[in-house]
């Protein structure tokens, strides 16, 4: 079981910048990927950023050159660094972490989410 504590959440400006922070905890040692998700009233849930273990990174085209995402394993945290915010990246933002079954699969963690409202 992994156990996902979202933080860093707020009230900004347009361009200006904030920093999410995803804490896990329990078997954290199996977490392989893990994500930013977002979703705003209305609409679906979106990726916004993903990391691997290996610290591959992929990032949503609304996103790229504007957000950075990293993760530190020995202390099992992940971290989105978010710049040039704009209105429309307004959300609630959550953090996904997934583990290997021991048959196959995986399982799929979720945190609570952080809400990120940009003001024009």
């Known amino acids: 079981q992994v156990q996902l504590v979202e933080s860093g959440g707020g009230l900004v400006q347009a361009g200006g910048s904030l920093r999410l922070s995803c804490a896990a905890s329990?078997?954290?040692?199996?977490?392989?990927?893990m994500g930013w998700y977002r979703q705003a009233p209305g609409n679906k849930r979106e990726l916004v950023a993903s990391?691997?273990?290996?610290?591959?990174?992929n990032y949503a085209d609304f996103v790229k050159g504007r957000f950075t995402i990293s993760r530190d394993n020995a202390k099992a945290t992940m971290s989105l660094q978010m710049n040039s915010l704009k209105p429309e990246d307004t959300a609630v933002y959550s953090c996904?972490?997934?583990?290997?079954?021991?048959?196959?699969?995986?399982?799929?963690?979720w945190g609570q989410g952080t809400q990120v409202t940009v003001s024009s």
């Open positions: 996904k972490a997934e583990e290997p079954r021991p048959m196959g699969g995986l399982n799929t963690y």
């Open positions: 990391i691997s273990r290996g610290d591959s990174t």
């Open positions: 329990g078997s954290t040692w199996s977490i392989l990927d």
